[in-house]
């Protein structure tokens, strides 16, 4: 009974690079969330998808951010021209509605070099 | 913007309750108390829920006051591996949707 599962667990770029997260949820689930947690601070919402639709994305950053969650395969988090501000962990989580309970996967950590 | 305060740290010694308090005095009539625990910078992992009852599962009981204005997560017998910072959470409710607004959390330190 896998978890939520997340990949690269750590990743680097230079700056103006892009970045790609990926986000498998539990089976079963079809609504994924993205957080993102500087150091010392909590989990920020970013945005919350279900298969095919963006749901709410008020946290997301107007520009550079993006994220998807089609039909097959993972939901994606796509960072473009990374700055040095964008490094923190990128959480994704899932749930099997809406209203029922998150579970968080191990997080993506992103470095900016 | 948080709906949620807590204190940054506590101690508790191992085998005590503890007790971690949270305010959350703007909370809705149907917006839910959420708590979560993060160990290490893992993702969070998930503990109780509640609306207005107070609730109790293995792993802890949420006490939530009358007002709802705040609540209180207790850990009954806390062991070394309940050090973690324990996050108190409102799911919010907007067009039929719902997210978590996590606050800083409170940073529990069980001691030997």
């Known amino acids: 009974n896998a978890g939520v599962m997340q990949n690269p667990r750590h990743l680097v770029r230079r700056r103006g690079q892009e970045a790609r997260l990926r986000c498998s949820p539990m089976?079963?689930?079809?609504?994924v969330y993205w957080y993102r947690q500087l150091p010392e601070e909590g989990l920020k919402f970013m945005v919350y998808?279900?298969?095919?639709?963006?749901?709410?994305e008020s946290g997301m950053p107007k520009e550079r951010f993006s994220a998807e969650f089609p039909k097959e395969g993972p939901s994606i988090l796509r960072i473009q021209q990374v700055v040095r501000g964008d490094s923190a962990a990128y959480f994704c989580?899932?749930?099997?509605?809406?209203?029922?309970?998150?579970?968080f996967g191990p997080g993506t950590r992103l470095t900016v070099l | 913007d948080a709906k949620t305060t807590q204190p940054t740290s506590m101690d508790c010694a191992e085998g005590r309750a503890a007790n971690l308090p949270c305010n959350h005095s703007?909370?809705?009539?149907?917006?839910?108390v959420y708590w979560y625990r993060q160990i290490h910078s893992q993702g969070p992992q998930y503990i109780i829920h509640?609306?207005?009852n107070n609730e109790t599962n293995e792993m802890a009981s949420l006490i939530i006051t009358e007002d709802r204005k705040s609540s209180t997560l207790i850990l009954p017998h806390a062991t070394l591996r309940d050090t973690a910072v324990y996050y108190c959470?409102?799911?919010?409710?907007?067009?039929?949707?719902?997210?978590?607004?996590f606050g800083t959390g409170t940073r529990l330190k069980v001691l030997a």
């Open positions: 989580a899932s749930s099997q509605q809406g209203f029922n309970e998150q579970f």
């Open positions: 089976k079963g689930h079809s609504h």
């Open positions: 998808l279900q298969k095919e639709n963006i749901i709410d």
């Open positions: 703007t909370i809705s009539g149907n917006e839910y």
């Open positions: 509640g609306l207005k």
């Open positions: 959470i409102v799911r919010v409710e907007s067009s039929g949707t719902y997210k978590y607004i």
